[in-house]
């Protein structure tokens, strides 16, 4: 059964950090490129962030860049976004999902397994 659980979610004031995780199972981790989404209230899921299998290349949406870090833990098969000098218009909920591709990928549209999403709140 696979599983894709986010963590770290909250509210946190402007110019705050948080530390997004997403646990995975039931598939091949390794073998998967990784993202990260966002879904605000009233707006499309948009990319935010994505690695490829290995770390080795990363791809970020350009209102992040800078701010925010996406890595992995093969071994733990579990990936990470490390959000920095958060902004209001950041707030949204944020979801990780999986690819079996070993590129980077930018459309929700190639992502064969999704979480459930994690709340990020950021007052100004």
């Known amino acids: 059964q696979v599983q894709l659980v986010e963590s770290g979610g909250g509210l946190v004031q402007a110019g705050g950090s948080l530390r997004l995780s997403c646990a995975t199972s039931g598939f091949i981790f390794s073998n998967y490129a990784m993202g990260w989404f966002r879904q605000a209230p009233g707006k499309e899921r948009e990319f935010v962030a994505v690695?490829?299998?290995?770390?080795?290349?990363?791809s970020y949406v350009d209102s992040v860049k800078g701010r925010f870090t996406i890595s992995r833990d093969n071994a733990k098969s579990t990936v990470y976004l490390q959000m920095n000098v958060l902004k209001p218009e950041d707030t949204a909920v944020y979801y990780c999902?999986?690819?079996?591709?070993?590129?980077?990928?930018?459309?929700?549209?190639?992502?064969?397994?999704w979480g459930q999403g994690t709340q990020v709140t950021v007052s100004s």
């Open positions: 690695i490829n299998w290995n770390g080795a290349r990363t």
């Open positions: 999902a999986a690819n079996q591709g070993y590129g980077v990928y930018r459309s929700t549209e190639t992502y064969d397994y």
